[in-house]
């Protein structure tokens, strides 16, 4: 597996360091590289990409305006000499964020982790029955405020994240934790529950109603993300719940 990066840099060494990194990696495959945000933004217009190292202080346009333009994105790896952008970056659901002078090892962890991401989003599952996942008489606990919460997976109905919290609804309750969505999505089975948005986690078996860019869910409409949106089609057909 290709996957297919660009690389944008301001900094002509900084950008020629990337690009040796890059080279080094055989499953990574360069397309460009840009000294300016203006000349990417209208590449990824016309072609498709898995991945973008990206610079965040650069001249005319900057990385977060660039990505804050962008209604499309490919993964992101944030390139900066400042950490005070990390908040940032995680806000715009950047995959990983390195800070310059960039090694080679902390390079690698990173598009490793890309990889691995990648790789699981485009194996296609075998078919199976949402039910068939596990036992639906199973349950998560979370922490709320000063005590530990129950909550039986057969109830939920969705998980909203916002920032480092998370709201889990089921028809009879909302319970706050403190506990981000990427930490309760590798807790629960897939499926019958798949990330469907950077903010949302959806149970399948409670959609009511599909759109072409979102769901309902009991009175709650759910929207559906770029990057999620063919993961979300193809378990939907798999299981059966559209013609």
């Given at each position: 597996?290709?996957?297919k ?13 990337m690009q ?22 209208h ?8 991945l973008?190292f ?15 333009a ?34 080679f ?7 490793e ?12 599952p ?6 068939s ?8 606990l ?6 530990l919460?129950k909550i ?26 403190l ?35 979102d ?9 559906v ?10 378990f ?5 719940m559209?013609?």
């Amino acid at each position: 597996m290709k996957i297919k990066c660009i690389a944008v840099d301001d900094e002509p060494l900084a950008l020629e360091k990337m690009q040796a990194f890059i080279e080094k990696i055989p499953y990574l495959e360069l397309l460009g590289t840009f000294d300016n945000g203006f000349d990417a933004i209208h590449f990824l217009r016309q072609e498709s990409v898995d991945l973008m190292f990206l610079d965040i202080q650069m001249d005319d346009l900057t990385g977060i305006q660039l990505l804050e333009a962008l209604r499309q994105k490919p993964y992101i790896i944030l390139t900066t000499a400042y950490d005070q952008y990390a908040l940032k970056g995680y806000e715009l659901n950047v995959s990983d964020y390195l800070l310059k002078p960039i090694s080679f090892q902390r390079f690698l962890q990173s598009v490793e982790k890309i990889h691995d991401q990648i790789s699981a989003r485009k194996k296609t599952p075998a078919p199976k029955t949402i039910t068939s996942a596990k036992p639906r008489d199973e349950y998560i606990l979370v922490r709320s405020e000063y005590r530990l919460q129950k909550i039986w997976l057969k109830d939920i109905l969705y998980i909203e994240g916002m920032k480092d919290y998370s709201r889990i609804y089921t028809p009879e309750i909302k319970v706050m934790t403190l506990q981000n969505l990427k930490k309760i999505e590798e807790s629960l089975p897939t499926p019958p529950f798949l990330r469907v948005h950077k903010s949302y986690i959806v149970s399948l078996d409670k959609i009511n109603s599909i759109g072409k860019n979102d769901m309902v869910i009991g009175e709650q409409n759910i929207p559906v993300g770029g990057l999620y949106k063919k993961t979300f089609q193809d378990f939907i057909e798999q299981q059966n719940m559209i013609g």
